[in-house]
T-cell receptor, first 113, second 114 residues
Framework: GENVEQHPSTLSVQEGDSAVIKCTYSDSASNYFPWYKQELGKRPQLIIDIRSNVGEKKDQRIAVTLNKTAKHFSLHITETQPEDSAVYFCAASPNTNAGKSTFGDGTTLTVKP | EPEVTQTPSHQVTQMGQEVILRCVPISNHLYFYWYRQILGQKVEFLVSFYNNEISEKSEIFDDQFSVERPDGSNFTLKIRSTKLEDSAMYFC????????????FGPGTRLLVL
């Protein structure tokens, strides 16, 4: 089955700096890669996703890059703000009817004002 | 904006008891999922459901678990004989179709087994 590894487990940055979180996956059949933000006690919320026919996607301060050959994808947050502080999860999903997602272990991002 | 809803928000039960967690997916969605998250850990896939049957299940989803869509709106997860290690947050999610895999999560049910 799929195995997703996520690094780092914790990340602390100063407000205004950039944050980068990296994930690797093992199953070459995976072709959908969502990123979720989870605040304490809340549901995971999709912040950006990328499909395997695209190498990079950007939405304002958030971008995701995908390298299918190397089986890794990264989340980039620029101009970080204190409200970006949360746990971020990457996930990988195959293109099947089931849409099963395998999640990484999560990265706790702290943005210091 | 439509959202996935779940009830109850919290459930406390005794070990060995049966619990039913309820979800109302977004109305035009066809694919439904249950995930669990043990406190401080990652989200883990349990089961996916489409066209009134299980599409895929993980090794966590053993014989004590079952899912059902009893009517046109509800999607339930039943745990037949709860164990201490079943204590977790259980999230329901739904997606519109398999060509659009974006999953929308409910707020979760926090289950505590004593």
């Amino acid at each position: 089955g799929e195995n997703v590894e996520q690094h780092p487990s914790t990340l602390s940055v100063q407000e205004g700096d950039s944050a980068v979180i990296k994930c690797t996956y093992s199953d070459s059949a995976s072709n959908y890669f969502p990123w979720y933000k989870q605040e304490l006690g809340k549901r995971p919320q999709l912040i950006i996703d990328i499909r395997s026919n695209v190498g990079e996607k950007k939405d304002q301060r958030i971008a995701v890059t995908l390298n299918k050959t190397a089986k890794h994808f990264s989340l980039h947050i620029t101009e970080t703000q204190p409200e970006d502080s949360a746990v971020y999860f990457c996930a990988a999903s195959p293109n099947t009817n089931a849409g099963k997602s395998t999640f990484g272990d999560g990265t706790t991002l702290t943005v210091k004002p | 904006e439509p959202e996935v809803t779940q009830t109850p928000s919290h459930q406390v039960t005794q070990m060995g008891q049966e619990v039913i967690l309820r979800c109302v997916p977004i109305s035009n969605h066809l694919y439904f999922y249950w995930y669990r998250q043990i406190l401080g850990q990652k989200v883990e896939f349990l089961v996916s459901f489409y066209n009134n049957e299980i599409s895929e299940k993980s090794e966590i989803f053993d014989d004590q678990f079952s899912v059902e869509r009893p009517d046109g709106s509800n999607f339930t997860l039943k745990i037949r004989s709860t164990k201490l290690e079943d204590s977790a947050m259980y999230f329901c999610a739904s997606s519109e179709n398999h060509d659009q895999e974006t999953q929308y999560f409910g707020p979760g049910t926090r289950l505590l087994v004593l």
